[in-house]
């Protein structure tokens, strides 16, 4: 029985496989329930996402602070961890490892406070592109892809650069033109 349920997992994959840890969606929300930033791994509707926002923001602030931070829902496992004025909250399967997504909320927020020095809400309010920059290179699909805090700053760097050289190409051209 055991082999047909490891055989059954998401792609073939056993359940203790580090990569299985599916994230379907990340949601930024500030203590007023105020949505910051959301990024979608798994298709949903309009609807659907608006919904989702509102049962995951009430099931979530509604929580006393000194109760854990794994919370089952629907069919999902709801991982949050608050910083400062944030909550940062992940969506993954109910078979992956709650640790590891916390540890990846964890180096998130570790890379935005290296990129923005010092990371606040106002930060993620105007520099939401490099926030979602930073978080597309950390996860892609649904899964992570780089753990290095180095190298993917380094990529948002030279992101930064190259759409600085293309501005002043782009005015240079319009100036001359």
């Given at each position: ?33 105020k949505v910051r930033l ?140």
């Open positions: 029985a055991r082999r047909r349920q490891e055989s059954s997992t998401h792609a073939g994959r056993r359940e203790g496989d580090a990569r299985a840890a599916m994230i379907h969606f990340v949601l930024l929300l500030n203590r007023q329930g959301t990024k979608w791994y798994s298709p949903y509707s309009q609807k659907e996402r608006k919904k989702t926002i509102r049962e995951v923001t009430n099931r979530v602030l509604g929580r006393p602070d000194r109760l854990c931070n794994f919370l089952d829902w629907r069919d999902y496992t709801l991982i949050y961890k608050r910083y400062a004025s944030l909550y940062f909250i992940f969506c993954v399967d109910n078979t992956s490892n709650e640790l590891i997504a916390l540890e990846t909320i964890h180096k998130y927020v570790l890379t935005l406070d290296r990129y923005f020095e010092n990371v606040c809400e106002l930060d993620i309010i105007y520099g939401f592109d490099q926030a979602y920059y930073i978080l597309d290179e950390f996860i892609m699909s649904g899964e992570i892809q780089e753990t290095s805090t180095r190298n993917m700053l380094k990529h948002i760097y030279n992101q930064n650069a190259q759409e600085k050289s293309e501005e002043k190409k782009g005015g240079l051209s319009a100036i001359l033109s």
